[in-house]
């Protein structure tokens, strides 16, 4: 049997009973008979009763009605689609972050200018630590910067009074203050210009010596010379002994040699107090260097004692409440939330969420401390995603996650209540959407997928 002749066949047949529902269709309430009214069916048994008693019109539109919902259901799940979001947990921070507070060295506490939920500007010293060492420290650096600057200005004036003969004098002391930018009282001035005096005549007397030295030696050469000649011609001819000519040249020769050796003093006075002057010069400048360094040092460190506010802000979180206490370096003190900045929400979602979230996505914040079914949520979008998972104890890893509000208010009771920074929230991200059937799914392919794989 060719193709069409099955084709004809099932036609004829499927018509046959088409025809034959359709002639029976027409004809249901003629082959049924008359049915019973309530009364009527009383008197019968019960299973006649129920035979002969119409149906309930109520039960069939119950029944229709099911059926309707049903299909409407299916077609919404088929048809409708639903939002895909990915809840993060965190609470609200200010934009500009909080300060902390720290101390850069350990030190005790010796003003306490705030107190918790204080109020504070930029700039106002929040507490100081004791800075008594320090001080101490830069007092004997700037005693010793002062005794070097002292000590370069005698030995330069030492160093031109020997090149212009004269004795020396040191700059007036404002005009040594002022050049050197030292703080030189008028007692340890005149205690130096009387050292570079006392200096300056101890060279002048040891010159002044060597030059009498050379002036007798000079005087009592030529005469040594004769008398020795005169010997030497003697000896010559027997008058004297040869060992008073000798005695004679011999004393010729050392008064010759002191006199050299005078005036080898007389030359080399002024070079050694020369190279004992710059070599005082030199050192002084090092140590003054080396003291105004530590004295610069000592005055950083002991601003860093006075703990100032960085921005307005509030004082949070305070450590230490009594004077006398301890400040551990980099420990934190207080912390200080910016005021009247704007705020953002700083959430963590899960790390199976992290591939789906992405900046610039739109999210709903939920105000724990105000019912969102009462209040409403707050529009924002996701401003930064953490590229690093952070560990956390309870979570494991997670990942921080930013959004941006569109307003930082909620209307509660008609009037509008502004969000502060610390309040929990719970954020809602939407990454996508999806159709009802799959979310429906989705949980029993999954667990068919695991199971499937079983071994």
Do not use: C
Not at 67 to 91: H, P, S
Not at 183 to 202: E, Y
Not at 231 to 258: F, H, I, M, N, P
Request: zero cysteines.
């Amino acid at each position: 049997m060719s193709l069409r002749h099955r084709w004809q066949a099932w036609r004829e047949l499927w018509g046959r009973y088409a025809r034959a529902f359709a002639w029976h269709w027409q004809r249901r309430d003629q082959l049924q008979g008359r049915m019973l009214r309530e009364d009527e069916a009383q008197f019968l048994p019960a299973a006649l009763a129920v035979q002969e008693t119409p149906p309930s019109g109520t039960a069939r539109l119950i029944a229709w009605l099911l059926m309707l919902l049903v299909l409407t259901a299916f077609a919404w799940a088929l048809i409708g689609r639903m939002d895909i979001v990915v809840t993060a947990q965190g609470k609200v921070i200010p934009s500009e972050r909080s300060k902390v507070i720290a101390a850069v060295e350990t030190g005790s506490v010796i003003a306490l200018n705030v107190r918790e939920g204080q109020r504070v500007r930029a700039g106002d010293v929040l507490l100081q630590l004791d800075t008594s060492a320090l001080d101490a420290e830069r007092d004997r650096a700037l005693g010793e910067r002062n005794e070097s600057v002292l000590t370069l200005a005698r030995n330069q004036a030492l160093l031109q009074a020997l090149r212009h003969g004269r004795p020396p004098a040191l700059p007036p002391l404002a005009q040594l203050n002022r050049d050197s930018g030292a703080t030189l009282d008028a007692s340890r001035w005149q205690a130096a210009s009387a050292h570079v005096l006392g200096q300056w005549q101890d060279y002048a007397a040891r010159r002044k010596k060597l030059a009498d030295d050379i002036a007798h030696y000079g005087q009592a050469l030529p005469l040594a010379e004769r008398q020795a000649a005169s010997y030497k011609a003697l000896a010559a001819t027997g008058d004297v002994s040869r060992d008073a000519w000798q005695d004679k040249e011999q004393a010729r020769l050392q008064l010759q040699a002191q006199l050299q050796e005078a005036r080898n003093q007389q030359a080399g006075l002024a070079a050694e107090v020369t190279r004992q002057a710059l070599d005082e010069i030199a050192q002084a400048r090092r140590t003054a260097a080396a003291a105004a360094q530590d004295a610069l040092r000592a005055a950083s460190a002991s601003r860093l004692h006075t703990l100032k506010a960085p921005i307005d802000g509030t004082v949070q979180q305070l450590a230490i409440h009594t004077l006398g206490g301890v400040a551990q370096a980099a420990q934190p003190i207080l912390h200080i939330v910016p005021s009247g900045g704007p705020v953002e929400v700083e959430a963590f979602m899960e790390n199976k969420d992290k591939g789906f979230v992405h900046a610039g996505q739109s999210a709903a914040v939920k105000v724990d401390a105000f019912e969102y079914t009462k209040y409403g949520t707050l529009p924002g979008s996701v401003s930064h995603v953490s590229q690093d998972a952070i560990a956390d104890e309870k979570r494991g890893l997670i990942y921080s996650v930013k959004v941006q509000l569109e307003r930082a208010e909620l209307n509660v009771n008609g009037q509008p209540t502004p969000i502060t920074p610390g309040m929990s929230v719970s954020v809602e991200i939407r990454t996508g959407e999806r159709r009802i059937i799959e979310y429906v799914l989705s949980p029993l392919l999954r667990h068919t997928h695991e199971a499937l794989n079983e071994r």
